[in-house]
Protein backbone atom coordinates (compact mmCIF):
# COMPACT_ATOMS: atom_id res chain seq x y z
CA UNK A 1 0.00 0.00 0.00
CA UNK A 2 1.60 3.24 -0.77
CA UNK A 3 1.06 6.57 0.69
CA UNK A 4 1.96 10.01 0.49
CA UNK A 5 1.62 13.64 2.06
CA UNK A 6 -0.04 16.20 0.08
CA UNK A 7 -0.35 20.14 0.36
CA UNK A 8 -3.53 21.20 -1.92
CA UNK A 9 -4.50 25.31 -2.75
CA UNK A 10 -6.47 26.65 -5.21
CA UNK A 11 -5.21 28.98 -7.49
CA UNK A 12 -8.26 30.06 -9.60
CA UNK A 13 -11.64 29.78 -9.37
CA UNK A 14 -14.36 31.12 -12.17
CA UNK A 15 -18.18 30.89 -11.91
CA UNK A 16 -20.23 31.36 -14.57
CA UNK A 17 -23.09 32.71 -12.08
CA UNK A 18 -22.37 32.81 -8.04
CA UNK A 19 -25.95 32.30 -7.54
CA UNK A 20 -26.91 35.69 -6.92
CA UNK A 21 -29.25 38.12 -9.15
CA UNK A 22 -27.58 40.04 -11.59
CA UNK A 23 -26.14 43.27 -10.72
CA UNK A 24 -25.89 42.00 -7.22
CA UNK A 25 -22.14 43.03 -5.09
CA UNK A 26 -20.22 41.63 -2.24
CA UNK A 27 -21.87 42.70 1.28
CA UNK A 28 -18.79 42.80 3.07
CA UNK A 29 -18.06 43.45 7.06
CA UNK A 30 -15.00 43.53 8.13
CA UNK A 31 -12.64 42.68 5.06
CA UNK A 32 -14.68 38.55 5.01
CA UNK A 33 -15.61 37.21 1.68
CA UNK A 34 -18.87 36.41 0.55
CA UNK A 35 -18.62 32.50 -0.50
CA UNK A 36 -17.28 29.28 0.64
CA UNK A 37 -15.21 26.84 -1.27
CA UNK A 38 -15.61 24.05 1.19
CA UNK A 39 -13.35 20.78 0.51
CA UNK A 40 -13.28 17.09 1.87
CA UNK A 41 -11.03 14.43 1.68
CA UNK A 42 -12.99 11.26 2.23
CA UNK A 43 -11.20 8.77 4.77
CA UNK A 44 -7.27 9.53 3.90
CA UNK A 45 -6.42 6.74 6.23
CA UNK A 46 -6.99 4.63 9.25
CA UNK A 47 -8.35 6.47 11.97
CA UNK A 48 -9.29 9.74 10.03
CA UNK A 49 -12.87 9.05 8.46
CA UNK A 50 -13.05 12.78 7.14
CA UNK A 51 -10.69 15.77 6.49
CA UNK A 52 -12.25 18.84 6.18
CA UNK A 53 -11.27 23.01 4.83
CA UNK A 54 -13.07 25.96 4.11
CA UNK A 55 -11.61 28.91 2.47
CA UNK A 56 -13.64 32.33 1.17
CA UNK A 57 -13.58 34.31 -1.55
CA UNK A 58 -16.05 37.18 -3.76
CA UNK A 59 -16.86 35.10 -6.77
CA UNK A 60 -18.12 37.72 -9.92
CA UNK A 61 -19.96 36.26 -12.85
CA UNK A 62 -17.72 34.85 -15.48
CA UNK A 63 -14.73 36.16 -13.98
CA UNK A 64 -11.61 34.44 -12.93
CA UNK A 65 -10.47 34.65 -8.66
CA UNK A 66 -7.11 34.39 -8.44
CA UNK A 67 -5.21 33.29 -5.29
CA UNK A 68 -1.34 33.77 -4.45
CA UNK A 69 -0.13 30.54 -3.62
CA UNK A 70 3.00 31.50 -2.49
CA UNK A 71 1.84 30.89 1.08
CA UNK A 72 -0.80 28.39 1.89
CA UNK A 73 -2.16 30.96 4.77
CA UNK A 74 -2.40 33.39 1.93
CA UNK A 75 0.59 36.21 1.06
CA UNK A 76 0.61 37.51 4.94
CA UNK A 77 1.08 34.36 6.30
CA UNK A 78 -1.46 35.10 8.70
CA UNK A 79 -4.58 33.15 6.84
CA UNK A 80 -6.43 36.17 4.88
CA UNK A 81 -6.87 35.39 0.86
CA UNK A 82 -5.55 32.14 2.26
CA UNK A 83 -5.15 30.20 -0.93
CA UNK A 84 -4.80 26.40 1.24
CA UNK A 85 -6.62 23.69 1.68
CA UNK A 86 -4.88 20.64 3.00
CA UNK A 87 -1.35 21.11 4.23
CA UNK A 88 0.83 17.83 4.29
CA UNK A 89 -2.33 15.57 4.62
CA UNK A 90 -1.19 11.82 4.52
CA UNK A 91 -3.13 10.18 1.86
CA UNK A 92 -2.93 6.02 2.06
CA UNK A 93 -3.72 4.09 -1.50
CA UNK A 94 -6.83 6.69 -2.52
CA UNK A 95 -9.51 8.63 -1.44
CA UNK A 96 -11.77 11.07 -2.67
CA UNK A 97 -10.82 14.71 -2.82
CA UNK A 98 -14.74 16.41 -3.21
CA UNK A 99 -15.44 20.20 -3.50
CA UNK A 100 -18.13 22.26 -3.17
CA UNK A 101 -18.77 25.74 -3.84
CA UNK A 102 -21.65 28.26 -1.64
CA UNK A 103 -23.72 31.18 -3.55
CA UNK A 104 -22.99 34.86 -2.43
CA UNK A 105 -24.20 35.88 0.48
CA UNK A 106 -23.27 38.18 3.08
CA UNK A 107 -20.67 37.85 4.26
CA UNK A 108 -20.98 38.30 8.29
CA UNK A 109 -23.86 35.78 8.16
CA UNK A 110 -21.82 33.22 5.86
CA UNK A 111 -18.88 33.28 8.92
CA UNK A 112 -21.93 32.92 11.37
CA UNK A 113 -22.84 29.99 9.42
CA UNK A 114 -19.02 28.42 8.82
CA UNK A 115 -18.79 28.73 12.71
CA UNK A 116 -22.00 27.03 13.72
CA UNK A 117 -21.77 24.56 11.34
CA UNK A 118 -17.62 23.78 12.97
CA UNK A 119 -19.45 24.30 16.14
CA UNK A 120 -21.57 21.44 15.15
CA UNK A 121 -19.43 19.17 14.03
CA UNK A 122 -18.13 16.97 17.02
CA UNK A 123 -14.72 16.52 17.43
CA UNK A 124 -13.55 19.32 14.63
CA UNK A 125 -10.45 21.23 15.20
CA UNK A 126 -11.09 24.53 14.09
CA UNK A 127 -8.59 27.21 13.32
CA UNK A 128 -10.06 30.54 12.56
CA UNK A 129 -8.09 33.20 11.53
CA UNK A 130 -7.79 36.99 12.71
CA UNK A 131 -10.66 38.24 10.42
CA UNK A 132 -13.08 35.26 11.02
CA UNK A 133 -11.53 33.23 8.38
CA UNK A 134 -12.19 29.59 8.56
CA UNK A 135 -9.06 27.72 7.39
CA UNK A 136 -9.20 23.97 8.12
CA UNK A 137 -10.70 21.07 10.61
CA UNK A 138 -10.29 17.67 11.24
CA UNK A 139 -13.23 15.55 11.31
CA UNK A 140 -13.24 12.62 13.64
CA UNK A 141 -16.37 10.97 11.70
CA UNK A 142 -18.38 11.11 8.61
CA UNK A 143 -20.07 14.08 8.64
CA UNK A 144 -21.51 14.76 4.83
CA UNK A 145 -20.31 16.87 2.62
CA UNK A 146 -19.62 20.73 4.02
CA UNK A 147 -21.11 22.62 1.36
CA UNK A 148 -24.20 20.65 1.99
CA UNK A 149 -23.83 21.21 5.91
CA UNK A 150 -23.32 25.09 5.28
CA UNK A 151 -26.72 25.24 3.04
CA UNK A 152 -28.88 23.25 5.63
CA UNK A 153 -27.60 25.70 8.61
CA UNK A 154 -28.74 28.92 6.69
CA UNK A 155 -32.04 27.73 6.37
CA UNK A 156 -32.03 28.20 2.60
CA UNK A 157 -30.36 31.20 2.22
CA UNK A 158 -26.97 29.84 0.75
CA UNK A 159 -26.94 27.61 -1.78
CA UNK A 160 -24.57 24.86 -3.37
CA UNK A 161 -23.39 26.43 -7.03
CA UNK A 162 -20.76 24.13 -7.93
CA UNK A 163 -19.38 20.72 -6.91
CA UNK A 164 -16.71 18.64 -8.39
CA UNK A 165 -14.12 15.72 -7.09
CA UNK A 166 -11.50 13.72 -8.30
CA UNK A 167 -10.07 10.29 -7.16
CA UNK A 168 -6.34 11.24 -5.45
CA UNK A 169 -4.47 8.01 -5.95
CA UNK A 170 -1.05 8.03 -4.01
CA UNK A 171 1.07 5.63 -6.22
CA UNK A 172 0.21 7.91 -8.58
CA UNK A 173 0.87 10.88 -6.73
CA UNK A 174 4.26 10.14 -5.98
CA UNK A 175 5.23 8.86 -9.80
CA UNK A 176 4.40 12.30 -10.71
CA UNK A 177 6.20 15.69 -10.88
CA UNK A 178 6.11 17.14 -7.52
CA UNK A 179 3.98 19.71 -8.07
CA UNK A 180 0.75 18.97 -10.04
CA UNK A 181 -1.82 21.62 -11.29
CA UNK A 182 -5.15 20.39 -12.43
CA UNK A 183 -8.59 22.07 -13.27
CA UNK A 184 -11.47 20.73 -12.87
CA UNK A 185 -15.46 21.64 -14.31
CA UNK A 186 -17.88 22.94 -11.56
CA UNK A 187 -21.17 21.10 -11.85
CA UNK A 188 -24.44 22.82 -10.70
CA UNK A 189 -26.08 20.13 -8.67
CA UNK A 190 -29.07 21.84 -8.30
CA UNK A 191 -31.43 25.02 -10.33
CA UNK A 192 -32.00 28.15 -8.99
CA UNK A 193 -34.46 30.32 -9.84
CA UNK A 194 -35.04 33.54 -8.75
CA UNK A 195 -36.90 36.80 -9.29
CA UNK A 196 -35.62 40.17 -9.49
CA UNK A 197 -36.05 43.85 -11.00
CA UNK A 198 -34.43 45.36 -14.18
CA UNK A 199 -35.09 48.78 -15.10
CA UNK A 200 -36.72 50.31 -18.42
CA UNK A 201 -37.09 53.82 -19.62
CA UNK A 202 -39.87 54.67 -21.33
CA UNK A 203 -39.68 55.27 -25.13
CA UNK A 204 -40.68 58.86 -24.67
CA UNK A 205 -38.34 59.51 -21.75
CA UNK A 206 -40.13 59.64 -18.04
CA UNK A 207 -39.08 57.99 -14.66
CA UNK A 208 -37.48 54.64 -14.95
CA UNK A 209 -40.09 51.73 -14.56
CA UNK A 210 -38.42 48.55 -13.00
CA UNK A 211 -39.71 45.48 -14.65
CA UNK A 212 -40.37 41.84 -12.40
CA UNK A 213 -38.57 39.36 -14.54
CA UNK A 214 -37.54 35.83 -12.91
CA UNK A 215 -34.85 32.58 -14.79
CA UNK A 216 -32.64 30.15 -13.62
CA UNK A 217 -28.91 31.07 -12.07
CA UNK A 218 -27.61 27.35 -11.99
CA UNK A 219 -29.42 24.64 -13.68
CA UNK A 220 -29.24 21.34 -12.27
CA UNK A 221 -26.58 18.80 -13.90
CA UNK A 222 -25.07 21.67 -16.02
CA UNK A 223 -21.54 23.30 -15.77
CA UNK A 224 -21.09 26.84 -13.40
CA UNK A 225 -16.90 27.01 -14.12
CA UNK A 226 -14.28 25.64 -12.99
CA UNK A 227 -11.65 25.37 -10.33
CA UNK A 228 -7.65 25.17 -10.57
CA UNK A 229 -5.67 23.33 -8.07
CA UNK A 230 -2.16 23.12 -7.49
CA UNK A 231 -1.19 19.79 -5.75
CA UNK A 232 2.39 19.61 -4.06
CA UNK A 233 3.36 15.62 -3.32
CA UNK A 234 5.71 14.61 -0.71
CA UNK A 235 6.13 10.94 0.36
CA UNK A 236 4.02 9.53 3.22
Same mark, same amino acid.
Given at each position: ???????????? $??????????????????????????????????????????????????????????????????????????????????????????????????????????????? %?????????????????????????? $????????????? %????????????????????????????????? *?????????????? *???????????????????????????
Amino acid at each position: MANCKVTIMVES $ITVISNGDVPGSQPNHAGGLKNNAISAMLDYPRGGVPEMVSVIQADLQDNQAYQFNTSDFYGPNGDGVYAPGLFKEEEIEDECPLMIQITSNDDASHLTMVLEKVFDNILG %ASVFIVPGGQIVSAVVEFAAGELGDL $ISGQSKGSIDVIG %ACHVMLNAAELLSAPNSLRITLPLIAPKTIHKG *WFLPETPPGGGPIH *WLPTEGDLTTAGQSNGSITLTIAVLPG
